[in-house]
């Protein structure tokens, strides 16, 4: 039969213990049962808890830092930027950004990560080579989003040509414009009175066409699907010649004197001239020209550039100016007079539109750039010598440039650091003429020393490795007539 306490109570006490012995006592919110296992009198000193709650002090949570030292700063280094990237990716990028109250997290809010969690402690940092080394990562700045890489070592672009051709009576004219590199891979040069083609996949050199004793080749350039060549001539004529059958397609007159200059875009003829004017040709048009741009030279036009676009035009002349037209107007929409020498060397960026290089003769020597969107002028470089030639890397933002007095050097440059590339020498006598192959890695120059010279300056577009020096075995030394 149940006692009267245990009826009073309803549980099931143990041996030697009574009702009076038990009480509950309300902490935080929360109920624990706490039982007397001694006398009354002792109850009060000395209490027993019905879970274990462990010591930690005893304990080794330091050994693995998931506890943090009061009075003194977490230690950075070691492993810290790990842990950091490790909290990161478990508990999201927020992570951290959350505040506990003194004392624990309240009642009924989210629980605050643990901003130690998972840190393990190291007895020294990481060597400067580690990965995760703070010094790489920074303390203070979080994580780089990109992957430390080391530095790229330079290009290595060969000192010497790995072709030379003889070219005789190939003129020292600044003025003039002789040599052109087709995408059909046929170079084209005009040497006196008469124009040779040479075909780089086989070196043979064939005769495009003899202009008699009274008249000289003053310019060429091919169009850019490679089938067709212009040649200018020294008493102003415009002729077109089918490249593969070596015939003559078209003569256009208009200019009074030579034409120095000739530049196509997809179906428009453009010629400069010594007459000073810029006169536009079309092959399906049977007049002259069907337009001319007036107003804008006031000495000859050396320099003519065609936008890959087709949409602006740039000309350069001995007056010191550079225009850049449209194609509706026959008057300059930028006429950029920044330079004090003669502007033969033009450029357009094939990476950037609206993006304009061109080079000043002796008393310039400068590289300018501009954008021809407002006219601006974006930088300017003094290259120490007279600027001949620009051309512009399709397969890498990088430009070449040929130069005169007085060092007769070529140059190559990274845009838009310009830092220098590559200096190259061999010529010499002034680097007037410059055209690049149609794969974008070598270049060919020709000077008044009478010679064309081939130069791997470029990486190729789909792997962009150090060029190769074949200069060892392909020094020997040709004619191109």
């Known amino acids: 039969m149940d006692s009267p306490q245990t009826r009073k109570t309803g549980l099931n006490l143990p041996s030697g213990m009574n009702g009076t012995s038990l009480r509950l006592e309300t902490i935080s919110g929360s109920f624990r049962a706490i039982s007397s296992l001694s006398s009354p009198s002792s109850s009060r000193s000395s209490t027993c808890s019905d879970r274990f709650i462990p010591c930690r002090s005893s304990s080794r949570l330091h050994t693995f830092e998931l506890i943090e030292k009061k009075g003194s700063p977490a230690k950075e280094g070691g ?22 109250p003194a004392g624990g997290g309240a009642q009924g809010s989210p629980m605050s990560p643990n901003k130690n969690i998972l840190r393990f402690k190291t007895d020294h940092s990481p060597g400067p080579n580690s990965p995760y080394s703070p010094s790489i990562l920074g303390h203070d700045s979080g994580f780089s989003n990109e992957s430390s890489t080391p530095p790229k070592m330079p290009r290595k672009v060969p000192k010497t040509p790995h072709k030379v051709l003889d070219a005789p009576s190939l003129q020292d004219d600044f003025y003039l414009n002789l040599v052109d590199w087709s995408s059909q891979n046929v170079l084209a ?18 005769k495009l066409c003899d202009l008699g004793p009274n008249d000289s080749v003053s310019s060429v350039q091919w169009t850019r699907e490679g089938s067709f060549i212009s040649v200018g001539t020294n008493l102003g ?23 120095g200059v000739l530049a196509w875009n997809s179906r428009i003829l453009s010629s400069g001239g010594r007459d000073r004017n810029i006169l536009q ?7 002259d020209y069907i337009s001319k741009l007036v107003s804008g030279h006031k000495s000859e036009v050396c320099g003519l550039k065609w936008s890959h676009d087709d949409r602006e035009l740039a000309s350069g002349g001995n007056d010191n100016q550079l225009l850049v037209w449209n194609q509706h107007s026959q008057q300059p929409i930028l006429r950029l007079t920044e330079h004090t020498a003669a502007v033969k060397a033009i450029t357009w960026s094939p990476h950037q539109s609206n993006l304009l290089a061109s080079g000043g003769g002796t008393a310039d020597r400068c590289i300018r750039f501009w ?14 010598s007279q600027v001949c030639n620009l051309a512009w890397s399709k397969n890498v933002n990088e430009l070449v440039s040929t130069h005169g007095y007085s060092q007769n050097q070529i140059m190559v440059w990274k845009y838009p650091s310009m830092a220098k590339v590559a200096t190259l020498t061999g010529h010499s006598l002034r680097v007037l003429y410059l055209a690049m192959s149609p794969d974008g890695q070598t270049i060919v120059t020709g000077a008044g020393d009478e010679t064309l010279r081939f130069w791997n300056v470029f990486p190729s577009r789909r792997a962009p ?13 040709t004619h191109i007539r």
């Open 465 to 477: 490795a150090p060029v190769k020096d074949s200069s060892l075995w392909s020094l020997g030394r």
């Open 237 to 259: 004529q415009v002729q077109v010649w089918d490249g593969m059958q070596c015939k003559k397609v078209r003569t256009f007159g208009g200019h009074q004197t030579r034409t």
């Open 281 to 287: 040709h079309d092959l399906r048009v049977s007049s």
């Open 189 to 206: 040069v005009g040497l006196g009175t008469c124009v040779y083609l040479w075909t780089a996949s086989n070196s043979k050199v064939t």
């Open 371 to 384: 954008n021809t969107a407002n006219g601006h002028q974006l930088n300017s470089i003094d290259t120490g």
């Open 79 to 100: 492993n810290e930027a790990y842990n950091r990237l490790l909290k990161s990716e478990l508990f999201g990028a927020d992570f951290g950004s959350f505040s506990s």
